[in-house]
């Protein structure tokens, strides 16, 4: 998710509220060491235990399994969760606003060790903050009511269109969108509500979110997509946390080699 943002740095770095989780959907780890099993130390906040930051709701990436339940699941919860077992470390996650998260501020603060929250990869946030390699793939796409009569982008001037502020999805709306009056959101926690309520007419954001509401409400359509050429990665304060980034690099290439990462991509993303 490109969620670049204007964000004052200075702001960022405010305190934000927390929610954590010890041991998500794919169950808890195996009991930790101080460090990993191998022995390395990756001088973590809390000793054997991995506290990843992410902006949450956003399904299918990362979600509350229940509502009100507190426990988190979704892809990056469940890949991550998997690492850390590998790793021999409990795994916590702490809801983390994702302008602090995206200027490198929550993790230089040390917020958290990492962060997941579906973020795009770019050359801009690479000057704020270390990236993993690849994980995820993503369009962009434009999701309506499906009686609306919009058919694609042309279709949307003195249309309200929905986007999560300091994205792709918002940088491609600007760009595309001609004549429609884009409503910025903080994330798809407000915009998914807004849409049902009639307050916008169409969201344009991350092809799998939206593809997710279309899957729990078929009053609701994707009508088109966009290539944006987006690629996701988790995030590490700059210039810190070397060897947990090589690790966790190790085992993403290691889950895509022997099958693991394709079992849990296929909860999410496989047509059911």
């Given at each position: ?43 973590l ?8 930051c992410?902006d ?76 993993s ?60 509500p ?5 307050q ?73």
């Amino acid at each position: 998710m490109e969620r670049r943002s204007k964000i004052a740095y200075a702001l960022a770095l405010a305190a934000v509220a927390t929610l954590t989780l010890a041991g998500c959907s794919t169950g808890a780890a195996s009991s930790p060491t101080e460090s990993a099993a191998s022995g390395k130390d990756y001088g973590l906040i809390t000793a054997g235990t991995l506290t990843v930051c992410s902006d949450i709701p956003y399904k299918p990436f990362e979600y509350e399994a229940n509502a009100g339940s507190g426990q988190y699941t979704g892809f990056d919860v469940d890949l991550l969760t998997a690492i850390a077992k590998k790793l021999d470390l409990k795994i916590q996650f702490q809801v983390t606003n994702f302008d602090s998260l995206q200027s490198g501020a929550a993790l230089l603060a040390k917020q958290c060790d990492m962060g997941a929250s579906a973020m795009t990869i770019t050359d801009e946030r690479k000057k704020n903050i270390d990236f993993s390699d690849p994980y995820y793939d993503s369009l962009q796409s434009l999701l309506v009511k499906s009686s609306s009569g919009i058919k694609g982008i042309n279709d949307l001037s003195g249309k309200n269109v929905g986007v999560q502020q300091g994205t792709t999805g918002e940088n491609y709306a600007k760009e595309h969108a001609k004549g429609a009056n884009l409503v910025q959101y903080s994330g798809d926690g407000d915009l998914w509500p807004a849409i049902q309520a009639g307050q916008i007419d169409a969201i344009l954001q991350d092809q799998p979110v939206n593809l997710q509401h279309e899957k729990d409400d078929k009053a609701y359509k994707i009508v088109e997509t966009y290539n944006t050429n987006e690629s996701y990665g988790f995030a590490f304060a700059k210039g810190k946390n070397e060897q947990l980034r090589t690790d966790i690099n190790a085992q993403l290439k290691a889950f895509k080699d022997d099958g693991e990462y394709k079992k849990i991509y296929d909860t999410y993303f496989t047509a059911k």
